[in-house]
Nanobody, 114 residues
Framework: QVQLVESGGGLVQPGGSLRLSCVAS????????WAWYRQVPGQKRELVAG???????NYADSVQGRFTISRDNGKNTVLLQMNSLKPEDTAVYYC????????WGQGTQVTVSS
């Protein structure tokens, strides 16, 4: 059974940092494309950052230079380091994995507020 378990969300002040973690099980982690999406209530879920099996990355313009996605194939983990956080980064963040099939985590809330 495939499971994606996210952690690391929380409340942080503007300018602060958080690191999200997603641990996957039940699949061959290294073969997958992994990404982080986010969603604000009433809005469409949007891609934040992605990383392919070769380590190539892509980022939304709004987070370029502030967020870094990485993967550890030995630990079946994909990370999202978020720096210089802004109130507009507030959202539920979802881990996403894809290779023929698509898998989603349960989401973790990130709130940026003073």
């Amino acid at each position: 059974q495939v499971q994606l378990v996210e952690s690391g969300g929380g409340l942080v002040q503007p300018g602060g940092s958080l690191r999200l973690s997603c641990v996957a099980s039940g699949l061959v982690f290294s073969d997958y494309y992994w990404a982080w999406y986010r969603q604000v209530p009433g809005q469409k879920r949007e891609l934040v950052a992605g990383i392919n099996s070769g380590g190539g990355t892509n980022y939304a313009d709004s987070v370029q230079g502030r967020f870094t996605i990485s993967r550890d194939n030995g630990k079946n983990t994909v990370l999202l380091q978020m720096n210089s956080l802004k109130p507009e980064d507030t959202a539920v963040y979802y881990c996403y994995g894809e290779m023929f099939k698509k898998w989603w985590g349960q989401g973790t809330q990130v709130t940026v507020s003073s």
